[in-house]
């Protein structure tokens, strides 16, 4: 069944450690997006690709970094976690042939202590 | 900058009413309006897309789109328990440029 998945679910971590969340999409879309969340607020572009090689920062600045080597797999690397990176982070997935209609992973819910 | 306003709510609606939300968007060059469903702790889920002026109905909901008036809503009829959810709007002026979010309506059916 095409879907998209993030791993993991939750992680609760140091201040200091290197952590990558995990995105993978089976759909065959050429543009991938990860989101920030925080609880009743707005969804926060911080990363998005177009395809292969191709990576861009969104509006929101942050200190991770993406790669796009394949088309189905976007990680995000947080090189040194701090208690402000504590939030929803949300994969997404779109075909451009099909316009913006966004597909979401479940989302990691990362807390930095 | 560019802007997609909603109201936080919450909205509350009795169960069988007609729920209607609201958008407004600065962006007179926007081309693509999207409505998402995020129940609590879950993921934002696609549920209308309107590219046209006019009404675009699916099932128990309809997307409504004013260009002139920039505004974009969303009606739930006979609105059900389940459709307790925040409902976000986006807005895009077209498929190389990226969606703006609203913050969401918080919406709140009664039984």
């Known amino acids: 069944e095409a879907d998209i998945y993030q791993t993991p679910r939750y992680l609760v971590i140091g201040t200091g450690k290197k952590i990558t969340l995990e995105c993978s999409q089976t759909?065959?879309?050429?543009?991938m997006y990860w989101y920030q969340q925080d609880p009743g607020m707005e969804l926060h572009l911080i990363h998005y690709?177009?395809?292969?090689?191709?990576?861009e920062k969104g509006d929101l600045s942050s200190e991770s970094t993406v790669s796009r080597i394949r088309t189905e797999h976007f990680p995000l690397t947080l090189e040194s976690a701090r208690p402000s990176h504590t939030s929803q982070y949300l994969c997404?997935?779109?075909?451009?042939?099909?316009?913006?209609?966004?597909?979401f992973g479940s989302g990691t819910q990362l807390s930095v202590l | 900058q560019k802007e997609v306003e909603q109201n936080s709510g919450p909205l509350s609606v009795p169960e069988g009413a007609i729920a209607s939300l609201n958008c407004t968007y600065s962006?007179?060059?926007?081309?693509?309006f999207f409505w998402y469903r995020q129940y609590s702790g879950k993921s934002p889920e696609l549920i209308m897309f309107?590219?046209s002026n006019g009404d675009k109905e699916d099932g128990r909901f309809t997307a409504q789109l004013n260009k002139a008036s920039q505004y974009v809503s969303l009606l739930i009829r006979d609105s059900q328990p389940s459709d307790s959810a925040t409902y976000l709007c986006?807005?895009?002026?077209?498929?190389?440029?990226?969606?703006?979010w609203g913050a969401g309506t918080k919406l709140i059916i009664k039984p």
């Open positions: 690709s177009y395809g292969v090689n191709s990576t």
């Open positions: 759909m065959g879309h050429d543009k």
């Open positions: 986006a807005v895009s002026m077209d498929s190389n440029y990226q969606l703006i």
């Open positions: 962006d007179r060059g926007s081309q693509s």
């Open positions: 997404a997935s779109s075909d451009s042939a099909t316009g913006e209609k966004l597909f």
């Open positions: 309107i590219y």
